[in-house]
């Protein structure tokens, strides 16, 4: 049985259905829950938060509205998603609108200390540059074989921002909690974060926070394109 804490009358919109298809109201078991998303939560079921769809939409729309004029301005969205349910969807994301992405661990000093980060990128596209003009064919087979790991290894945790040639104007986040670096980062750097954050989060020091499941492939994939689809929707406007 539901047990409300807060009750809300609004008349559920077409984009409350569909987030209760894609399985986003639901959160964690209460006993995880943090204070700050205390005001989102609509009851518990089976000792499991339940998120109150109204007022996540309120959420949605407000970074949406962010997102779209950030876009219109020309600046940067960093997509950072390094769960294993997140990062498919992050990536096609972040690729269909020529934007940086981040999926595996977060490097620390991606925004704190751009320029040394800048060097890595620099320094990949450079050996790659290289290695398609057969430049490194001068070298011996084991100087190939270490040159050829060193681009993997770069292109494992860089190949994603190399579009991204200053501080983005914002980051977009799933799971704040999983990816506190980025979040602490972007707070030291004075960079908005919209977020995905699930019941226990502390979403104080998030400025869009969205209070939803970031578990589920369904529920990450649902913000993921509402996000993509403002920021699109930002790039048209003249």
């Known amino acids: 049985m539901l047990t409300k804490e807060k ?11 569909a987030m209760l298809k894609a399985g986003v109201h639901f959160g964690y078991t209460k006993t995880r829950r943090h ?12 000792r499991v938060d339940i998120l109150d769809t109204v007022k996540v939409e309120e959420l949605l729309e407000k970074a949406k509205v962010f997102v779209t004029a950030l876009a219109g301005q020309g600046k940067q969205l960093l997509f950072v ?11 096609q994301a972040a690729q269909s609108l020529n934007m940086p992405y981040v999926i595996e661990r977060w490097i620390g000093g991606t925004l704190t200390n751009f320029p040394e980060i800048k060097k890595r990128v620099d320094r990949l596209n450079d050996l790659k540059e290289k290695k398609e003009k057969g430049e490194t064919g001068v070298y011996t087979k084991k100087e190939q074989l270490l040159i050829g790991r060193e681009i993997d290894r770069l292109e494992k945790y860089f190949s994603g921002i190399v579009a991204m040639k200053n501080i983005p104007g914002a980051l977009f986040i799933i799971d704040s909690k999983h990816e506190h670096i980025a979040l602490a980062e972007a707070l030291r750097m004075k960079v908005p974060t919209i977020s995905l954050s699930n019941s226990d989060c502390n979403i104080t020091n998030v400025t869009y926070p969205i209070i939803g499941n970031d578990a589920s492939t369904s529920s990450i994939s649902f913000f993921v394109n509402e996000i993509a689809r403002a ?8």
């Open 35 to 46: 204070p700050s998303v205390k005001s989102y939560v609509l009851g518990t079921k089976n």
């Open 81 to 91: 998603g390094s769960k294993p349910e997140a990062r498919e969807f992050i990536k």
């Open 231 to 238: 920021y699109s929707a930002g790039i048209k406007v003249e």
């Open 7 to 17: 009750t809300n009358e609004k008349i559920a919109t077409d984009t409350t259905d």
